[in-house]
Structure formats: C-alpha cells, structure tokens
C-alpha cells in the first residue's frame, strides 16, 4: 500500500508492469510449477514422525495368539452362504464373549438414478472395566462375500474380552454396502442428520467420544504387504501422527506397507512423484476412496488398511494381521487426549516422507502470483489517475458504465446454477446432454458479446477473480486447487489481444480447460499412469458413472466437489468467453496515437499527477 501511494515509485511499478508483464507472469507460472514437482525431492520434503509421545508406536507388547480361532472361524463364517444366517453367527459370537451387540437397518436413496440401498449395521461394544465410557476406539470392516476380517475381527474380541488394560472402549462395527453403511451408522451415533437421502434407525446403545477408526478390509488372508488409504471426502487427511503410527507398526512386524496404488521400488523422484500424484488425485476429487473417509466430517480421524495378495510371495497370515491390529489399536488407547499436535495439512509422496503446509503454500502462491501480476497490469494500463496518484482514489476515475463488469458474472452464476438444479432433477440417462447443453450455451455467449472500450479493466475483473477462487479452494482442498490452477492459470494469461487465426486457438485452449474436459484427461492419466491394464474399453461409461458418483455424494455423503464446480469453477470459466479482445493491430495503433503509453504514466499529464498527489494527501 505504501509502495502505491508514493507517486515515483508506484510509477516505477507500473513502468515495469506494463512493459515486462508477459515476463514476470512467464517466470512466477515456471517458478509455481517446478516448485511443485520438486515436492517429490527428498531435499524438500521431510520424512514423518510421531508428535504425540503417548502413542508409543512399537512399545506395546502384543498378546494375539489366536490365530488358530481365527481359522476355525473362517472356516464356519465361509460355510454359511445366507445372509441372515450370517448375521445372526455374527451376533451370537459377540454374545458370547460378554459384549454388548445390537443391529441397524438403513437406507438410502439414490437421488440420480433412483434406486433404492437397503442393508444392516452390526455393531459390538465393549466396554472398558475402569473407566465410565467417556472415550471409544471404532475397528470396523464391511460385510461382503469375500471378507475374512469378520473371522479376524471375532478372534480379536477373544482376546480384549479377557484384558483389562483398555482405557476406552473399542466398537467393533461390521457394515453392509460400504460407505453407505457405515455412514448411516456414524449419522445415527451423532443423533445428526447428514443427509435427508439416508434414512436409518437409532442406534440403541453409545459410547463415549469416538478418538480414532481403523478400517481393515481383507479379501485375502494369506498375504504379501498392505495398502494404507488416508485420503478422506472432501481432500481432508487425518492427523499425520495416526498415519505414522501405522507405518511404524508395520515396520515392526516387518510387513510392506504402501499407500494407493504407489509402485514397488517407491523412494527415488520418479516413483515419489507417482505416489504423490496417485495420492493428489483422490484428494483433489474429494469423492470417498475408502470407507474410512467417512469418519473425518465427524472429527473422528481414520485410515483403511487392506491386504494384498502377490503370487508365490506371500508370507503373511493371521498371526501377523491381528498382531497389527492388536497393536494399532493398543497405541491408540493410551492416548490421554484427542489427535491435535501434529500435521492435518500435508501431502504424502509416500508412507515415509511427507510435504508440510509451510512447504506446498510457497509454489502455489508464485503460480497465483503470475495472475496477480497480471491484473495489476492490466489495472495500470486502463489510464486512470487512481493508478498512478494513490488506492485512495482507486475508484474515484471509473466510469460508471465500467459496472457492466458485473452483469457477465450474474450470467455466469446463473449458468452454473442451472446447471446444479438440471442434473439434480433429471436421470442418469439425460444427465450427459444437460452437461453437454450447458457448455454450449456458455460458449454461445461469445456470439452476444463485442469489443469493450473498457475491455483491459473487464479482463482484470475476470483474472481477479480467478484468482480469489483459487485462494478459497487452497484452504480447502490444495490438491484439487493445484489440478486446476496448472492448466487453467497458463490458458488464461494467454487470452491476449491476437490476430483471428490466434483467437481461434485460444478458444480451442478454452474448451480443452472446461473443467469436465479437466476431469476427463486427469482420468485418463490416472488410469495410465497407476492403472494401465484398464485402459480397455469406452470413456462415455466410466464417465458418466463417475459424474453420477460426484453428484450423488453431494446429496448422501456430503461431498462439495460438485457445488464448487457449479458455483466456482464454471462461473470464471465462463466469464472468460465473455471476454471479446480487439485485434492486435488495432491495440498497436491506439498506443501509436498516444491514448495510452506506459512509459509517460498512461497519459496523464505532470499536473493532474500533481493534482492527485494533493488530494491524496
């Protein structure tokens, strides 16, 4: 502020501005994007420790030697075939070691393609002996045909049941359809209600604050490592110091641990940096990858393990799985106090390393600093006294007919309202031509717009507000944030004055930065890069599907990927079409006539400078 209202140096500043902005903005868009793929450098990021002595991670000395009850459980829990028999095993195993087992039916409506998801909660609770329920541990796991943490589970209840170490109590939690059961069961144990979609019965009976969740999924038994999922809805993370935790006990008990879809030889900057972009792109999606995500809305802070078969190379078993388990579980207990003195904000190339906010925040702010500068070069070259003179008198020179600026953004808004209520009222079958039909009647607004005289100013209004866009969605989801900025921050400084075949390609750069296109090539690149053996088949299904999943989250698990798409992203994407630059020529002949040179202060006189200097003081 203090740099704007000395006349000489706010003239230097706008002399370097306007003359080498193409420069600068160039230079804070590579620093930006080079600072973020250096995230993958061990000499930037730093490996994760525990910040929360009490957890004493590896100390705790396991007790689990049930693995012989574990088998002679799978073996009856496969026999049975019918669901209801299976539930009632299930109820009468809890029953018989003494804990507390009650049942939930819910159900769901799916909003988009209206079908109708029935299914039923178990849950067991047991009670800690010494203390007054006021603090609980969830060990969840869903119920599938193919599921052999049930059997785990149970032997593990032989073995607390006997114990009388526990400080808090531990819910054993078996759920039907995946994050659809367990989020009705969360929704039920918090008396909230999340989601008018999800009805389900109240849970008869509580603990006392939920600290922790541990989600195991076991499709097979006889395993080589373990795969850890930490990413929950909306880009949130849990505390880094539950992350750490597992890690390390995995490290004790000699078992691989990876993260998603992370490679084998993982450690050196090519593998880190498939790992941290396997890992950004859930998060950037904000859907639900793991049925643990859904603890996080609740502050209840979560990570899903699940095994992985590698032929002729498994060397793990039951023993080894419930020792894990016992011990997570164990370190978890004697916590005196909730997860608060590590890391909620970071980025994880892999299990070992991690990038810390202070890090991640330096390149996003130079890759929205090539924008900023932008706007103010074009705010110094609108010719206004304001900008040379003092802020004081920033809109004091403005037409009033520059207020137009608004009128496109109301429009914009519009667009991407109708766009939310079209594909919330219709069928999955039509939802494809209501997104199809809304791009192009924003495209059509290109038809209906001309050459502003005020055209600098209106383009620094669209860029401005990119920019605090992209502000809001680095406090929220940074992941997401650096997805979209890359692509659409380089499109958008290039909207310049051209020649026609030049505009041409500019607004076939517009199209390829829709973010629909965005969510399609990110797709595709996800898929080649981590899953190259599903790149078979058509991209209109996989599509279409994952659009339904996005927008029926909005309504049953409360992800916001979708409003902030309708109400953020499409809005400036299509103010941008608005945007009608005159030809380059003819820029160049208005500064050869003197209306606007850079050099000289814009064209304002000596006088009227000095003038303006008075009134501001």
Wanted: aromatic fraction near 10%.
């Amino acid at each position: 502020m203090k740099l704007l209202l000395n006349r000489s140096r706010a003239k230097k500043l706008q002399k370097i501005l306007t003359s080498k902005d193409k420069l600068i903005c160039a230079l804070l868009y590579v620093a930006g994007v080079v600072g973020i793929a250096l995230f993958a450098d061990m000499r930037v990021n730093q490996n994760s420790f525990v910040s929360e002595n009490a957890l004493l991670p590896g100390y705790v000395v396991t007790k689990y030697q049930q693995q012989s009850v574990a088998v002679s459980l799978n073996k009856e829990f496969s026999s049975l075939h019918d669901k209801t028999m299976r539930d009632q095993w299930i109820i009468d195993q809890f029953t018989g070691l003494g804990l507390e087992v009650y049942t939930q039916n819910f159900t769901v409506h799916r909003p988009i393609t209206g079908d109708k998801i029935t299914g039923d909660n178990i849950y067991a609770i047991y009670r800690a002996p010494k203390v007054a329920s006021t603090e609980a541990i969830v060990f969840s796991t869903t119920l599938k045909e193919s599921q052999f943490a049930v059997p785990l589970m149970i032997s593990l209840c032989h073995l607390i049941s006997k114990q009388t170490i526990w400080a808090k109590d531990v819910i054993f939690l078996i759920s039907e359809k995946e994050e659809y059961g367990i989020g009705a069961w969360l929704q039920s144990y918090h008396d909230i209600t999340t989601s008018p979609y999800i009805t389900a019965s109240p849970v008869l009976a509580h603990s006392g604050a939920i600290q922790a969740a541990l989600h195991l999924d076991m499709p097979v038994y006889s395993f080589q490592r373990l795969r850890m999922y930490v990413e929950a809805i909306n880009g949130q993370l849990p505390d880094i110091d539950l992350v750490v935790l597992v890690r390390q006990i995995c490290r004790q008990e000699r078992i691989e641990l990876l993260l998603r879809n992370a490679p084998h030889d993982i450690g050196d900057f090519t593998g880190n940096l498939l790992g941290l972009h396997a890992n950004m792109a859930w998060q950037a999606a904000g859907r639900v990858s793991f049925p643990s995500a859904l603890y996080h809305p609740y502050n209840i802070h979560a990570v899903g393990v699940q095994t992985e078969s590698v032929a002729r190379r498994n060397k793990f078993s039951w023993q080894h799985i419930g020792r894990f388990t016992e011990s997570v579980l164990r370190s978890v207990n004697n916590l005196e106090e909730q997860f608060h003195t590590a890391y909620y904000f970071y980025l994880m190339p892999c299990v070992q390393r991690f990038v810390c906010l202070s890090v991640y925040m330096i390149p996003c702010g130079l890759l929205l600093a090539s924008t900023a500068a932008k706007v103010l070069s074009l705010w110094f070259q609108c010719g206004t006294k304001s900008a040379v003179v003092g802020a004081k008198m920033f809109f004091s020179d403005i037409d009033v007919n520059t207020i137009d600026c608004v009128y496109p953004l109301i429009h914009a808004i519009l667009f991407g309202l109708l766009n939310e209520i079209a594909t919330s009222l219709l069928s999955q079958s039509n939802m494809l031509y209501v997104l199809v039909a809304t791009q192009v009647a924003v495209i059509s607004s290109v038809v209906f717009t001309g050459v502003r005289e005020d055209w600098r100013l209106h383009q620094a209004f669209v860029l401005l507000l990119h920019v605090l866009t992209m502000v809001l969605l680095c406090m929220l989801n940074i992941s997401l944030t650096i997805f979209y900025a890359i692509p659409t921050t380089l499109v958008y400084l290039l909207q310049v004055p051209t020649t026609k075949v030049g505009r041409i390609l500019q607004r076939v750069l517009l199209l390829a930065v829709n973010p629909l296109v965005l969510v399609v090539l990110y797709s595709y690149l996800y898929v080649f890069l981590h899953l190259p053996d599903q790149l078979q088949g058509s991209v209109l299904g996989p599509l279409l599907e994952h659009a339904t999943s996005v927008i029926e989250s909005k309504y049953t698990l409360g992800v916001w990927t979708w409003s902030a798409y309708c109400y953020l992203l499409l809005p400036v994407w299509a103010l941008q079409w608005t945007l009608h630059l005159p030809d380059v020529s003819e820029v160049k002949e208005v500064v050869e006539e003197g209306e606007i040179s850079p050099s000289d202060g814009q064209g304002i006189s000596k006088e009227e400078a000095v003038d303006g200097k008075d009134k501001t003081e």
